[in-house]
């Protein structure tokens, strides 16, 4: 029911930066937690940010923090990805999924999340 669009990725130098974006179809979905997640090539996806309904609270794991910020723009129906610092390790298929859940928490397993975009390609390479 719910349509989610990634864009904005693409080729950047270690140490450079990219915004991800994530719009999706439908009011509700500014009342639903987001998270980003991402896979690389011959390995399972992981999570690398999530926030709640409000924007609020919001998660990420320790390969990421301090260098990604995930936010959310909800008049927009838009929640972004910044990244900071990359680094080849960062090169993967990034992901935006949502959760039906209205004012919902973040949540961090990726079973936990209802619909998926198609992903957008990063790569982080000289």
């Known amino acids: 029911q719910v349509q989610l669009v990634e864009s904005g990725g693409g080729l950047v130098q270690p140490g450079g930066s990219l915004r991800l974006s994530c719009v999706a179809s439908?009011?509700?979905?500014?009342?639903?937690?987001v998270a980003w997640f991402r896979q690389a090539a011959g390995k399972g996806r992981e999570i690398v940010g999530a926030?709640?309904?409000?924007?609020?609270?919001?998660y990420y794991p320790d390969s990421v923090k301090g260098r990604f910020t995930i936010s959310r723009d909800n008049a927009r129906n838009t929640v972004y990805l910044q990244m900071n610092s990359l680094k080849p390790e960062d090169t993967a298929v990034y992901y935006c999924?949502?959760?039906?859940?209205?004012?919902?928490?973040?949540?961090?397993?990726?079973?936990?999340?209802?619909?998926w975009g198609q992903g957008t390609h990063v790569t982080v390479s000289s």
């Open positions: 999924a949502t959760k039906a859940a209205l004012f919902g928490q973040l949540v961090t397993g990726q079973s936990e999340y209802d619909y």
């Open positions: 439908g009011h509700t979905f500014i009342r639903y937690p």
């Open positions: 926030i709640n309904w409000s924007g609020g609270s919001s």
